[in-house]
């Protein structure tokens, strides 16, 4: 499977959390500005990138906010459609519900979870689901711990401190693929980790990819500010009609 085969996208960007106020008291996740361009703004811009052409967002809170964000799509160069919760369904839940308004509902497509920024390649995420030919792969990014750790010596002396290392284990990245029949092995309400991964695990149809490249999940202000910065570093920020404030205008270049 190559990435032109995978052309459709799924957002989660219902949730409201509440770990980033003031940031969402009066904004969705997504709508966080991280260098001054909402996370959606990099999610959408990622996917343009690697080829994909239709996009759901599933919203809920303040959802109208990333409509008037986003628009049609248009200014991405995406066709986006939206799914608004009437009640919160949690993951799996919203999951389950936008997945309905898919472009292509018999067709695979990748899922974001509304709070990640990332580069990594989607052609070589969607090839590798299509070698294991499992029903749903997970992307993985390294564990990275948040504390310094102390390096001891064989007497307990402390010779130096490691600031925050790459730990030798695996993180859900928040990204995947799914095939379409999963669909409705997913919960109407609930969180799709709790239920329908483990009976896929079971299954052995459940896939990890190990990524590589930049990932940042954006869960507190200090991730915000991290990424902002890292960004920065990187020459990564949109250009200015995509930042906060300034709605994607019909017909504009796709980044």
Known sequence: MSASQVTQALILAGGRATR??????????????????????????WLAQHGVRSVTISGGYRHEMIADYAGDG????????????????????GMKFAARHLHDVRAPFFV?????????????LAEHH???????????????????LADLDEEDRIRGFTQSPELPYWINA????FNPDVIGLLPDTGDHEE??????????????????????????????IDASREIQESGGILPPEFRVGRSCPEGASRP
């Open 74 to 93: 248009s200014g991405f160069g995406l066709a986006i459609r939206y799914a608004i919760e009437d009640e919160p369904l949690g993951r799996g839940g």
């Open 174 to 177: 928040g990204v995947y693929v």
């Open 112 to 124: 974001l979870n509304g709070d990640v920024i990332t580069t990594f390649s989607l052609a070589e």
């Open 195 to 224: 239920t329908t991964f483990p009976r896929l695990a079971g299954e052995g149809r459940l896939v990890g990819y190990r990524l590589s490249g930049y990932w940042r999940g954006i869960d507190t202000v200090k991730d915000v």
């Open 20 to 45: 980033m106020r003031p940031y969402t008291d009066e904004a969705p996740k997504a709508m966080v500005p991280v260098a001054e361009v909402p996370i959606v703004g990099y999610q959408l811009a």
């Open 130 to 148: 299509g070698r294991q030919r499992g029903s749903v792969t997970v992307a993985l990014s390294p564990y990275r711990s948040n504390w310094g």
